[in-house]
């Protein structure tokens, strides 16, 4: 199994490119089964979960090729890639495909609106709480679907079709988002989505589904009117840069201190957490290329920050933003609403020296002046970014092990921060 080696105390200088974002690809791959043509998608990540999901589409019976070519295994990065949901073969999504990732349950709404009935699997991704499905059944059900769960599949049937309707709810759920809005996009009439979530991601994949003929208004605020169509169209529609990864490397720098342009960032993507690292002493400053992000002497600063659904700080920055708090001169809280179980973090931080106490769901850190570098075990994938960071700052080597969580969701992490000057290598094994 792969590990990072990691030997700290560099500072970063340079840039790094932004891939596309892992979480905005993948409801735009879904996307494609809703079509007979073909979507092209521009800025598509090569990223482990992207290549699961090829896969699970493959299933399905969705031919793809990378820039018109089937696809290399070696291939570059920021790929165009040509999804073709021609005939749908398989409305089955398995266990063994599914159990693997989180988003691929999505395929539920599409296969559900094209061909009238879907059964799949109740899915995995990170252990970070229970992620219930409740809300897509519920949602689902609304636009008349007959949904049954019976050995760990849920079987959705609309034979005449998905009817559109009024829900509310109850909780913002990014990825039931996606699939009601897939979903009501092929259903008879309009659906109107009160309390959905308002993600970058959501907007990308709206102004998709409207470029393949589908009539969607209000996404990114918290209604969404979908006026449903009888078919949709092929499309060419680009995938938004990865406003994680551009927080995690404004993070990373932040710790280590530097000078590093974010090339293809946008800070309209991450307004609360970019405005955090600038209270923790960074200084951020949007260009039109990207974002240059630099702290040059001045120390690292407590914040306190809580996580919340978009605009405010996102869950998947949380581990991060921790890390940097390690380094802060006193102490700042941490407080995690979103998932229930997502600070698995905060134990392998300790192996590095961190001081951090849990108290419900919130983290109370206590800066410490070095931290110093240690093995380490990644558990989820921000988790394990977090512990890079951390080992970039860290005095002497960090070993992160159990990688394989980090390439689901970093393209080229080691040779992006190699070349802004730390020390990091992939070990193979
Ligand atoms: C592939 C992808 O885009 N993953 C992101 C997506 O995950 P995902 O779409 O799974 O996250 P949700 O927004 O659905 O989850 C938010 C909360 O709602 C709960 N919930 C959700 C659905 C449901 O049916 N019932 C229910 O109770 C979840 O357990 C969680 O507590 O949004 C999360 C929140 O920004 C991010 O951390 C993930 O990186
Ligand atoms: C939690 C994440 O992914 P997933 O929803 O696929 O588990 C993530 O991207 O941080």
């Known amino acids: 199994m792969d590990r990072i080696r990691i ?41 482990a979960d992207v290549e699961q999901l090829t896969r699970i589409l493959g299933n399905h019976g969705v031919d793809y090729s990378v820039n018109g070519r089937r696809e290399a295994q070696n291939s570059t990065y920021a790929r165009t890639v ?32 094209r061909m009238g009935e879907a059964r799949v699997s109740l899915p995995g ?15 689902l059900r609304a636009l008349g679907a007959e949904i049954e769960i019976e050995q760990g599949y849920v079987h959705a049937s609309a034979p005449k079709g998905l009817i559109g309707d009024r829900y509310v709810f109850p909780k913002v759920s990014v990825g039931a988002t996606h699939v009601l809005m897939m979903a009501a996009s092929l259903a008879r009439g309009q659906t109107v989505l009160e309390n959905a979530a308002r993600e970058p991601e959501i907007v990308n ?75 923790a002493g960074a200084e951020i400053t ?12 001045a120390g690292i600063l407590p914040v306190d920050v809580t996580t919340e659904p978009f605009p405010g700080f996102p869950t998947d920055l949380q581990a991060q933003f921790m890390g940097l708090m390690t380094r802060a001169a006193g102490r700042s809280r941490i407080t995690e609403t979103i998932f229930e ?20 769901q919130t983290a109370i850190v206590d800066g410490v002046p070095q931290l110093k570098g240690a093995p380490v ?53």
């Open 205 to 279: 994949l709206a102004e998709c589904l409207n470029a393949m003929g589908a009539r969607i208004s209000g996404a990114g605020t918290s209604t969404i009117v979908i006026d449903g169509v009888t078919s949709l169209s092929g499309a060419t529609h680009q995938v938004i840069p990865d406003r994680i990864e551009t927080g995690t490397y404004a993070m990373a720098v932040a710790m280590t201190g530097g000078d590093v342009v974010l090339e293809g960032a946008r800070a309209d993507l991450l307004e609360d957490a970019l405005d955090a690292v600038s209270r």
């Open 286 to 297: 949007p260009l039109n290329s990207g974002i240059r992000v630099r702290r040059n002497g």
């Open 82 to 113: 040509n999804f073709t949901a021609r005939n749908i073969v398989d409305t089955v999504a398995p266990y063994e495909l599914v159990s693997k990732m989180r988003a691929s349950f999505w395929v539920i709404g599409p296969l559900l609106a």
């Open 7 to 47: 030997v700290g105390g560099k500072e970063l200088n340079g840039s790094i490119p932004i891939s596309g974002a892992k979480n905005a690809a993948l409801p735009l791959m879904i996307a494609s089964l809703l079509t007979d043509e073909t979507l092209s998608l521009e800025n598509v990540p090569h990223l």
């Open 125 to 139: 991704g990170c252990a970070i709480g229970t992620r219930p499905v409740d809300l897509f059944i519920d949602g």
């Open 341 to 360: 179980n997502r600070f698995m973090h905060v134990q392998e931080l300790a192996r590095l020296g961190a001081k951090i106490t849990l108290s419900g």
């Open 377 to 429: 075990m990644a558990t989820d994938l921000r988790a394990s970014v977090s512990l890079v960071i951390a080992g970039l700052a860290a005095e002497g080597e960090t070993v992160v092990n159990r990688v394989y969580h980090l390439d689901r969701g970093f393209e080229r992490l080691e040779e992006k921060l190699s070349g802004c000057g730390a020390t990091i290598e992939r070990l193979s094994s």
